[in-house]
């Protein structure tokens, strides 16, 4: 793990936005489509840590972005060139575009300045929508992958990210997959070799410290949405 002076030069708020993978009721809430990855992102703390990562952010001027996964009620324009897909399109809860099953999870708060990227296709948060225009036009140089799942949406969202040129941190206790064993692989055996692994109290202790700016004039958390 990099030093504290390394990771505050990092992670300055300045050049650096915050991500949350697929953070949505449907998925990590009480009534998820997928109750195992659920119960693993609220039993292991990753949901909370990624909830406390966004208040930090919003206090230290990080930029936040949601990117949740949706799609349309007749499925137009929807992937089903994977047995993945085509499972979630059998699934009893729908991620349907404008339902409640993706609006942003509690304890997870939303503020007005938060942007928020939801895609009809594929598995990366990034490839095929707005995100990199957004990233380059915040000025963004380091990306910050929090949520889920470790099994596909955050590795892709990580090689995404320095595929197109941006500097991938990864809280290691922010992102949830499933079964509870994979995620420290996937970290130690991939992510680590692409991505600066750090954790929740590094971050926070990094954003926190001393920083009383606000980006914009500061930032409103709102309810999740």
Not at 76 to 94: D, E, H, I, K
Not at 177 to 189: C, E, K, L, Q, W
């Amino acid at each position: 793990m990099p030093t504290r002076e390394q990771l505050a030069e990092l992670t300055d708020p300045a050049t650096t936005v915050l991500l949350t993978v697929e953070c949505q009721q449907g998925v990590v809430g009480p009534g998820s489509a997928l109750p195992e990855l659920a119960r693993e992102a609220r039993s292991s703390g990753a949901l909370d840590n990624v909830a406390r990562l966004v208040s930090a952010a919003h206090e230290a001027g990080v930029q936040v972005l949601h990117a949740v996964a949706e799609r349309r009620p007749d499925g137009r324009g929807a992937n089903s060139n994977a047995r993945l897909f085509r499972a979630a399109g059998r699934l009893p809860v729908q991620q349907h575009s404008g339902s409640t099953a993706v609006r942003i999870a509690e304890p997870i708060a939303v503020a007005d300045e938060d942007l928020v990227v939801r895609r009809l296709h594929g598995l990366s948060p990034i490839a095929g929508t707005d995100v990199d225009a957004l990233l380059r036009n915040l000025g963004c140089r380091t990306l910050v992958v929090t949520g889920v799942s470790a099994n596909v949406a955050v590795p892709n969202a990580v090689f995404d990210a320095v595929n197109l040129g941006y500097t991938a941190v990864v809280p290691a206790d922010a992102i949830a997959g499933v079964p509870a064993d994979y995620t420290p692989a996937m970290i130690r055996n991939t992510l680590a070799l692409v991505a600066t692994v750090t954790s929740t109290d590094s971050l926070l202790d990094c954003w926190l410290s001393g920083r009383t700016g606000r980006r914009q004039g500061g930032r409103g958390a709102t309810t999740p949405g």
